[in-house]
């Protein structure tokens, strides 16, 4: 039983029978870095030994580094270098000295002292943010801000979210974030953005902007967003979407699903479902012949079904995530990943709902076919933005497709890496803490009496799964019940036949703790529940009495339907279900209450409209009698119970 069961959504990876720190660097930040390095805006702080660039983004930012990206950000950087420029400080160090001069003689900034700038000084967000307004033509000292309360400014024109306003720990990566997000701003009084302005400057391409995902960014003016055609979006960002390959610790393939690179470091996106209980992987880049090994796990979420990947490599064309529009019911969306291990594949549709709950899970729905495989691949929308990661869809139903909202990526730290093997171990030993409890731990019944136990865990996680088994099944069935609460859930149990059985409850799929166990015992004594019997069907329990339910209708057959003693009694569903809620257990209580009446049961079948129906047999009697559902004269869903005289 899975905790939440409202409906049932498939996984959708191909099996081959087969608390994130305040300081770590997030997504967003992440991502905005590599646009703002793909513009040359942002130099980092020397290269890896692979070659890429280190941002350390988690430090915090120094004035001189501050005052580099505001002369960047107005596009005077080939001047401030080629420029005489000179300031009357001693501590400014000789890389900075030319950016620092250029703001000095502009006016952009002044010292601390007569012959110190506090090169090393950590500025705070009011302090940089001063600097970008600055960038965009506002001005704090002809009144249109204050530098200390500089936020409210740039709250009011979009700038930040009110993220800036507590005075919170301030990072480089909080730089890259405001940079990259003022690239997309208006200067003041005018439809230019500072992209445009920049691109007029010469301080940046137009290639080099349609790579860093602003090309919206060059049409502001015309106050929209460039839409894409979908040869657009394929040509974009298919290359980003790779196929991913999942190993047990013994080498043998688990699954293939997608996933998306979010960085050209590597930094990759898929579902944690696609990795669970995976020792290695590995990643096929469109492209590229050899596969890239995975070499770990930066972060994951189980209840957000998220896994944050760093692939073995640099250079990956990457997707930028949406963080300006948010999804629309009825927008254009673009899926692009493997289904059932395909070569990179698009398919089109829309939002369906971008805020739609299963399994108490949230999720953006959509029209846009995904398979077995497609787990983990990307939801864009017709910007060439990621708005979801494809994780699953209901496969009673028609085009109804699902995706975690990309924003939720923003949760995942990016602190540090683990090993695949290591995130084993992480919810091995989680799962390991996970018990199970049982109340009462006997039921002691009579035949087609249902009674009903409290199963209990001590987590709230979501994604476990129970299941029961019974000794003796002539004896006891049972019946799962609602999740009462975040840590229980019922279990019913219909007494079927004088004896006694064993229950045992466990965590199923590798969803707890696989040693956790409870056991109860159920006895069940000869005697029937006492309920009333039909009059015209000799020692026939009655369904309406047991139930509590008023019969809809009673039906005699007459002489021309070559039926002996025919009747038939009918019950609304809907008059059911308004007493027993989703409990079906009632439908085997009565099952037990006709065999103990000696009405033994033959066999059973589904009718054409799809409802089982059982037959039963008492030859005290020499009745014959069928238990079901069916669709009645007038349309309505009914319980019957129909007997005659068995020929």
Sequence with gaps: MKKRMSMALVVILIVCMFSPSALAANLKSVQSADALYTLGLFKGTGT????????????????????????????????????????????????????????????????????????????????????????????DSAGDFSWDTASVLSDEIGLTSGEYTQGDSFTRGDIASISFGALSQKLKGSTTTLTQSLLTAGAVTEE??????????????????????????????????????????????????????????????????????????????????????????????TSTDLAVLQVDGDGFPYLETESTVEPQGGATVYAIGYPLGLNSTISQGIVSNPDQTVDGKEYIQTTAPISAGSSGGAL?????????????????????????????????????????????????????????????????????????????????????????????????????????DDYSCELHIIGMSEGSATVKVRFADDTGNPDALVVFT?????????????????????????????????????????????????????????????????????????????????GGQQSSSGYVVMMFKNQEYNKTLYYGMAEDDDGSVVFFIMAYDSQ
């Design 48 to 139: 890896d030994e692979a070659g890429n660039p280190i941002f350390a983004l988690d430090r915090t930012p120094t004035r001189e580094e501050a005052v580099t990206m505001l002369v960047r950000l107005l596009g005077k950087e080939d001047e401030a270098l080629s420029g005489n420029w000179t300031h009357p400080f001693t501590d400014v160090d000789a890389w900075a000295a030319p950016y620092v001069s250029y703001a000095y003689v502009m006016g952009l900034t002044k010292g601390t002292g007569s012959t110190t700038f506090g090169s090393a000084v950590q500025v705070n967000a009011a302090q940089y943010l001063t600097f970008v307004l600055r960038a965009l033509g506002y001005s």
């Design 522 to 602: 159920v006895t069940v004594s000869s005697g029937a529940v006492p309920v009333s019997t039909y009059s015209m069907i000799p020692g026939a329990p009655d369904f309406g009495s047991y139930i509590g339910v008023a019969l809809h209708k009673m039906t005699q057959s007459d002489a021309s339907s070559g039926v002996e003693n025919g009747v038939i009694y009918t019950y609304l569903a809907d008059d059911v279900y308004n007493i027993v809620g989703d409990d079906n257990s009632f439908f085997y209580g009565y099952y037990a209450l006709l065999e103990a009446a000696g009405y033994s049961y033959v």
């Design 208 to 301: 080099a902007v349609n790579s860093a995902g602003l090309s919206g960014a060059l049409n502001a003016g015309s106050g929209a967003l460039k839409t894409l055609s979908s040869e657009e979006i394929y040509t974009k960002c298919a290359p980003a979407v790779f196929r991913i390959v999942v190993y047990d610790a013994a080498g043998t393939a688990l699954g293939t699903a997608s996933g998306f690179f979010i960085s050209s470091s590597g930094i990759a996106v898929t579902n944690y479902h696609v990795i669970d209980g995976a020792a290695s992987a590995l990643v096929y880049v469109p492209g590229k012949t050899e596969p890239y090994q995975v070499k770990g796990v930066y972060d994951y979420n």
């Design 380 to 484: 864009i929308n017709a910007y060439g933005r990621v708005i979801g990661v494809t994780s699953g869809t209901i496969s009673d139903g028609q085009n109804l497709n699902f995706a975690v909202p990309a924003a939720n990526l923003g949760t995942l730290s990016l602190e540090s890496v683990r090993t695949l093997q290591a995130v084993i171990q992480e919810q091995n030993a989680l799962r390991a803490q996970i018990t199970l409890g049982v109340s009462p731990s006997s039921l002691a019944l009579q035949i087609g009496q249902e009674g009903t136990v409290r199963i209990t865990t001590n987590t709230d996680d979501d994604d476990i799964s129970l299941e029961y088994s019974i000794s003796d099944e002539y004896v006891a069935m049972g019946q799962w019940g609602d999740w009462v």
